[in-house]
């Protein structure tokens, strides 16, 4: 069964950084994507970001296009998210996933029902 955890959530002000860290295991596919996404209170889950293995194709929502870097290492099991010049409207949990195997589109990356492994989410606030 595949695991993801993630770590290196916290406080910070606005135009601040910070990375977060989503470490995978027991991955049973040799093409899969890990994503981040976020979600606040009462609303929906937003996908933010995510990368694709083989290949490293990534794809940004517009609202961190920018700001936001997703990476892996060299393993691939772990992916990062850097995260720049950060606003309140940021401040959410931010979950990874994983998803096994291909996508019918490059815009499915940010589908957080296409995903089906999930962190348990670290937080993210940014003050003002």
């Known amino acids: 069964q595949v695991q993801v955890v993630e770590s290196g959530g916290g406080s910070v002000q606005a135009g601040g950084s910070l990375t977060l860290s989503c470490t995978g295991r027991?991955?049973?596919?040799?093409?899969?994507?890990m994503g981040w996404f976020r979600q606040e209170p009462g609303k929906e889950r937003e996908g933010i970001a995510a990368i694709y293995t083989p290949g490293g194709t990534t794809r940004y929502a517009e609202s961190v296009k920018g700001r936001f870097t997703i990476s892996q290492n060299n393993a691939k099991d772990t992916v990062y998210l850097q995260m720049n010049s950060l606003k309140p409207e940021d401040t959410a949990m931010y979950y990874c996933?994983?998803?096994?195997?291909?996508?019918?589109?490059?815009?499915?990356?940010?589908?957080?029902?296409?995903?089906?492994?999930w962190g348990q989410g670290t937080q993210v606030t940014v003050s003002s």
């Open positions: 996933a994983w998803k096994g195997g291909p996508f019918d589109s490059v815009y499915a990356f940010l589908y957080p029902e296409e995903y089906n492994s």
């Open positions: 027991g991955f049973t596919y040799s093409s899969y994507a």
